[in-house]
């Protein structure tokens, strides 16, 4: 079955860096486009970034173009997410997703179109 884990959140200040890496297993890694998003207290989740297995092509929300970049290692499976220049409104609970094409990352109401999510991880700017 699809498994999806997450890890690297944490605790840092303003302007700082953190690296955020989803490790995925149980499924074809090239089958489903790759989605990180978050979501912060009393607000929707929304998607932060996409990435494409097949041909490697990337997207993210207005919010953290130029800041974040995400990359993938098809040796290990694994999709990361290097977050850079935080800051305290990118405090949220970040998941990755599988299993709809890329183009739904960004839609309104994520969570009823994506089928496996990862536990999340926690990151707080402050």
């Known amino acids: 079955h699809v498994q999806l884990v997450e890890s690297g959140g944490g605790l840092v200040q303003p302007g700082g860096s953190l690296r955020l890496s989803c490790a995925a297993s149980g499924y074809p890694y090239s089958s489903y486009c790759m989605g990180w998003f978050r979501q912060a207290p009393g607000k929707e989740r929304e998607g932060v970034a996409r990435i494409s297995p097949a041909d490697g092509t990337t997207a993210y929300a207005d919010s953290v173009k130029g800041r974040f970049t995400i990359s993938q290692d098809l040796g290990k499976n694994t999709v990361v997410l290097q977050m850079n220049s935080l800051k305290p409104e990118d405090t949220a609970m970040y998941y990755c997703?599988?299993?709809?094409?890329?183009?739904?990352?960004?839609?309104?109401?994520?969570?009823?179109?994506?089928?496996?999510w990862g536990q999340g991880t926690q990151v707080t700017v402050s």
């Open positions: 997703a599988v299993d709809q094409p890329c183009s739904y990352v960004f839609v309104a109401n994520p969570s009823t179109a994506f089928g496996h």
